[in-house]
C-alpha cells in the first residue's frame, strides 16, 4: 500500500472516530467542506505532458473553488498531509480571531498529520482566498492557495462569471519548482518572483479563454495569489468597470489607462459589456512592471453565436454594501506606522530581539530586512509586543509612512478599512479594502472602527517581506 493511501485510509479512520463523538451542535445550514492538504502533481500546461509537483488542497490545484452565500455557516475540516505543521487564514473573510488561522497568534499550528475545525459564519458577501500563515513565503507558491467567493443575496444581473485567481510559480528546466524559498535576495529586495505566470494553476496564455457570447454581462473576479507579484490588468476593446475592491462594493468606476494594480493579496470584480462581433478575441494582458512588458494571460473569446442583446443590459450594476461599520473621522484616534528596511536605501536601525541593531548588517544572520515602527520580528516570534494596542469599537485613523524604497501591498485581518488618501491625495471612491498598495516613499491614510476583538495581524503580503519583519499585530480589546 503506497504512502499516500495509507495515509489517506488512517485519516478516514480519524474522521470515523471523530464522527462517533458527541459532535458540538452544527448551527442550522452549516456546511462541512473536508479541506486535506497535500503533496500533488499538478498539470500545469493541458497541451504538455509534464507534471510538476506543488502542494494543494484536496489534489487540486489550485485548491477547490468554496462557494457560499452570506449568512452561511461554514465548517471546514482541514487535514495537515503536508511534510511541515500548517494553518489555514481566510484572506478578507471576518471571522472570529480564533478561526483566522495564525499560527502562534490564534491558534497551535497544525502538526504533520493533525487536523482542525475552522468553524465561523459567512457575514459579508464578496470575492476572498485562502492559503496557509505558517510559513507562507514557502507553502504559498508552493501551491497551497484556493479562491473563496460569497455571493451577495441580490447579486447584479449577468450572463456569466468566472473566477481568475492570478499567480506565478518558479520552474527549473525540468519543470520542477525550484526550492528557494526565504532568500535574503529575495526578502531584501521585491520578494521571490515566479517565471511562469498562472492564471487558475494553468500556464498563463491565449489559451487561457474566457469564453463568452455576444451581447452578455459577464462578471469576472480576479485575485492575486502570488507571493510577490504586481499584476496589472488592461482588457483589449472593451471598457470594463470595477465593481468591487477586495470583495466590498465601490462605486463601478473604468480601469486605469495603465491597467488595474493588483497586489499580492488583492481582489478586484469587474464587469465586462462584451458588445463585439461574434467570433472576435480579446486578449487580457498583464502589462507587469516595465520595461518587463505586457504578457497575454488569456483571452475573451466570443463564440461564433448570434448575439444575445444588441445594446448592454441596463440592469445596475453596483454591489450592496455589506455591513461594515463607518469609521467617524471626527472622533477617530490617529495612529502611525512608519516602514523602513531593504536592501536599497539609507541604513536602518531597528530593534531585533529587544536590542537596536543596523539592519543592513544582521540581514545575513537573522534573515530580517524590515521594520514596522523601528521593530524586526521573525515570523515564528510573533509574541512580540503588538504595534497597536486598540479599544474595541474605537474609530481609528491609521497612517501608515512608507520611507523604504519599495512597493507593499499592506494587509490587515479581521477588518476592513476605508483607504482616505494615498500620498495626501483624498481618494475619489474612499473605497474599504482589506490590502493597500503603499508605493515607494508613500504615506497611505486608512479608516476603520475596531470593532473585531482579537489579536489581528498586520502585514506586507509580499511574503518575503511577512518574513523578513515586516509583520505586526494590532489588539483589539
Ligand atoms: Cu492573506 Cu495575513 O494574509
Ligand atoms: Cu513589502
Known sequence: ??????????????LGAALALPLRA?????????????????????????????WSYNNQFPGPL???????HAHL??????PQETTVHWHGVRVPNGMDGVPSVTQLPIPVGGRFDYRFELRDSGTYWYHPHQSSFEQVPRGLYGALVVEEERPPQVDREEVWLLSDIKLDDQRQQVEDYGRILDIANQGRLGNQLLVNGLVAG???KIEVRAGERLRLRLINAASARFFRLAIEGHAARIIAWDGQGVTPHPLPADGLPLGPGMRADLIIDCMEKPGQSFALRDLGRP???????????????AAVRNAPLKAPIALAPNRIAEPNLDKA?????????????????????????RIQDIMAKEGLAWTMNYNAQHEHALMHEPLLHLAKGEHVILHMINETDFAHPMHLHGHFFRVLAIGGVATPHREWRDTVIMAPRQAIDVAFVADNPGEWMYHCH?????????????VVE
Do not use: W
Open 66 to 72: 468554496l462557494r457560499f452565500r452570506r449568512g452561511d
Open 26 to 54: 452544527a448551527p442550522r445550514g452549516e456546511r462541512r467542506i473536508e479541506l486535506i492538504a497535500a503533496e500533488f502533481k499538478a498539470a500545469l500546461d493541458p497541451a504538455g505532458a509534464g507534471q510538476t509537483r506543488v
Open 291 to 305: 520595461p518587463a512588458g505586457a504578457a497575454v494571460l488569456g483571452t475573451l473569446a466570443y463564440s461564433s453565436q
Open 333 to 357: 484616534s490617529d495612529h502611525y506606522v512608519v516602514f523602513q528596511g531593504g536592501m536599497r536605501g539609507t541604513p536602518v536601525i531597528g530593534m531585533v530581539d529587544g536590542k537596536p541593531a
Open 77 to 82: 475540516a482541514l487535514s495537515n498531509q503536508l
Open 1 to 14: 500500500m503506497s504512502f499516500r493511501r495509507r495515509q489517506f485510509l488512517q485519516t478516514t479512520a480519524a
Open 206 to 208: 491565449a489559451e487561457r
Open 462 to 474: 509580499i511574503l518575503d517581506h511577512a518574513a523578513g519583519g515586516m509583520m505586526g499585530t494590532v
